[in-house]
């Protein structure tokens, strides 16, 4: 495997494509691994890592949970409603702490863009970007390219739309970087309200039917309610109705394009649940599959130092 010279993973934006394909490379292995009765290897015997959770999540904390613990380091979560944040206590402050406890690598998500990189400015082992604000969500984008790449043979010169909230999306920031340094054609879909104010030049439509004409995968964001009145006018039957991706509508896309969503769905809202569960176009569940592998390599990595 060829060398990855970054000692954290905090976005897209400085990886080369060669860094990419090293990660994505690497988590093809882990992913013929997890499909193995027996899952145990013992490379991060004794190391530990902490997982440093301000937000709620499922997938993405219980993935890099089971990717650690797969790789044999020790694994302890922290939760941000039954700490110290609750008493006042900064997000530095908390790190520091934390890191005085000598851990080899912290996954860090917090509501702040920016806040992997602060953290990863202040302790002294290595750190890893879950999810910052509405900046960048790195391992989310390795993970899409990962089952793009599995399900289409190739992401060279795959068509791909990314069509919903793009402006809150950390998802879309990550996959707007990561997909066209590995040669896809990306464009992105959203309400005028809900496209970002910088585009990356990427072609934007905000006609959805437009929008995924003729692509070769069609990734769905979720549509954050809390922020509906602020951004979208009307109720959300309404945003299904045009913005909504349905089965009839994907017939506009590829005959074989295939469906992504990173999750958690608002079925009904962005996504009809029998396009969501047709395992024949959806890659929804395998996302999830591929995000365990993709943090293993992530961890394997970025801990190679530790171990040497």
Not at 153 to 177: F, P, Q, T, Y
Not at 227 to 248: C, I, K, N, Q, W
Request: net charge negative; hydrophobic share 45%; charged share 25%.
């Amino acid at each position: 495997m060829s060398s990855f010279a970054h000692r954290h993973l905090l976005g897209i934006e400085h990886l080369t494509r060669d860094d990419i394909l090293t990660l994505l490379d690497e988590a093809e292995g882990w992913a013929a691994f997890n499909r193995r009765a027996r899952k145990q290897d013992q490379r991060l015997a004794g190391l530990t890592q902490f997982n440093i959770f301000f937000e709620n999540s499922t997938r993405t904390l219980f993935s890099f949970e089971v990717a650690g613990k797969r790789l044999g380091a020790i694994v302890a979560n922290f939760h941000a409603a039954g700490s110290s944040v609750q008493k006042g206590e900064t997000l530095i402050d908390t790190a520091l702490t934390l890191d005085a406890m000598r851990p080899d690598v912290m996954v860090i998500r917090h509501s702040e863009t920016g806040a992997a990189a602060e953290v990863a400015a202040a302790v002294g082992c290595a750190v890893v970007n879950a999810g910052d604000g509405t900046g960048e969500h790195p391992t989310q984008a390795l993970l899409d390219a990962l089952t793009m790449r599995r399900r289409k043979g190739r992401i060279e010169g795959l068509k791909v739309a990314i069509c919903g909230d793009i402006r809150h999306s950390r998802v879309a920031g990550s996959n707007m970087r990561l997909l066209p340094k590995l040669g896809a054609e990306l464009r992105i879909v959203a309400p005028p309200a809900l496209l970002p104010d910088d585009s990356r030049g990427l072609p934007a439509f905000t006609d959805l039917d437009e929008g995924i004409d003729g692509v070769d995968v069609v990734m769905m964001l979720r549509i954050q309610r809390e922020r509906m009145e602020a951004s979208v006018s009307g109720p959300l039957d309404d945003f299904h109705a045009r913005y909504g991706l349905t089965r009839d509508r994907l017939r506009r896309a590829a005959p074989d394009a295939i469906v992504m969503h990173p999750g958690p769905m608002n079925r009904g809202v962005e996504i009809a649940s029998d396009v969501a569960d047709d395992r024949d176009r959806s890659a929804i569940l395998e996302q999830v599959e591929m995000g365990v592998a993709v943090r293993m390599a992530v961890l394997d990595v970025l801990t190679r130092d530790r171990r040497d």
